[in-house]
């Protein structure tokens, strides 16, 4: 997955979002029939899929990915036609499935076809038309751009909200979506903080009046109308949130922290390894604006090391990303729904070496 890191103008970057699927298939399950290899057959025609597209429809099929290679062409078509005589509500499989093309010609992504689709880039602009009106478009930078043949990634951030909790520690409010055009994953908006003397990010989910904000993968008899203004009225709920999330920063400074046996108390609470958790210590200790002994040290570890450590799976640089923003609101935002880390609660910071 190709990933822009240095800042670009949020014009820009909704250029370089692409549509995903310039030419899409929809077949029933029964209609499939194995080629050999990393194919099928559908409709008179063989498809290749991409590796990702592959173990996708093997988990529909109810199968291990590694098994029909290790078949005959028509064993594999004998396996997959027995399956599918079996009954698809048996194993929980959809009817139907989407294929969706890359520009190689190759199925990059399968996803339930019963599931409504949004461009890219009409997601993607969202953002910009769902800004408060006293912030201006022109105030927008992509901090962080991913993109792959299933989905995109943005982090953008404005410099009409911000704060800056300790002397030339600027941070800037702004937003996180993801989304799939082809259906692969559900729409995900959060709130974004990103710290503008190192170029780390942090995200939020969003919450509103007690209850998560989420969009999940839409059914098609949404109208794509309304499950775009879904995706708006998150976006306008993140962009109002910002400003507490921002002061959440400021109240971490009145709050000290002892960082003795933080690291593994890190590793029992979020089970992570402890290599990472060694990481989370080695940036405690290594701010570029220095130590201030509060528990801003630790929200600035963590989005550090989510950020920057390119050994970690993008799966687990969110989670990381993840547990920063909600540690920063535990003194001013407690929901138990959204998950966000309750001030009230056995925290890693209070008793950092008996938190399980």
């Not at 899929?49 to 005959?72: I, K, V, Y």
């Not at 093309?101 to 019963?114: C, D, H, K, L, Y």
């Not at 998150?234 to 910002?242: D, K, N, V």
Request: hydrophobic letters at 35%.
């Amino acid at each position: 997955m190709p990933t822009e890191e240095h800042e670009i103008a949020f014009g820009d970057a909704v250029n370089q979002i692409r549509d995903t699927a310039i030419d899409s298939v929809q077949c029933g399950l029964g209609q499939l029939r194995y080629a050999g290899g990393k194919r099928f057959e559908v409709g008179g025609r063989v498809h290749r899929f991409s590796d990702e597209a592959w173990e996708s429809t093997c988990r529909h099929l109810a199968l291990p990915s590694d098994l029909l290679p290790q078949l005959r062409q028509h064993l594999g078509s004998l396996v997959l036609k027995t399956l599918h005589g079996a009954g698809r509500k048996a194993t929980g499989a959809p009817e139907k499935l989407r294929l969706a093309r890359n520009e190689n010609g190759e199925i990059a992504s399968v996803a339930p076809a019963t599931l409504a689709t949004l461009p890219n880039q009409e997601i993607a602009r969202a953002i910009r038309e769902t800004l408060p009106a006293q912030i201006p478009s022109q105030t927008l930078s992509v901090s962080c751009l991913s993109l792959s043949d299933a989905e995109f990634e943005l982090s953008c951030h404005t410099q009409a909200l911000t704060t800056e909790p300790c002397p030339g520690d600027v941070l800037h409010g702004g937003i996180t979506i993801r989304h799939s055009q082809a259906g692969t994953a559900p729409t995900v908006v959060l709130g974004y903080i990103h710290r503008l003397v190192c170029s780390n990010g942090m995200t939020q989910r969003v919450c509103l009046a007690g209850r998560p904000s989420r969009t999940k993968r839409c059914k098609a008899g949404n109208s794509p109308a309304r499950t775009l203004e879904a995706v708006k009225e998150q976006l306008r709920q993140a962009w109002a949130q910002l400003r507490e999330r921002l002061d959440g920063m400021r109240e971490l400074l009145k709050h000290r922290m002892d960082a003795n046996g933080l690291p593994e108390g890190l590793r029992r609470r979020w089970s992570i390894n402890r290599e990472v958790a060694k990481s989370i210590a080695q940036a405690l200790q290594s701010d570029e604006l220095g130590r201030t002994g509060t528990e801003y040290d630790l929200v600035n570890a963590l989005s550090r090391v989510a950020t920057h450590n390119s050994q970690l799976a993008q799966r687990y640089s969110r989670h990381l990303s993840l547990a920063a923003g909600m540690f920063a609101q535990r003194h001013v935002h407690q929901c138990r729904m959204c998950g966000t880390w309750l001030a009230d609660e056995q925290s890693v910071v209070d008793h950092p070496a008996e938190t399980e």
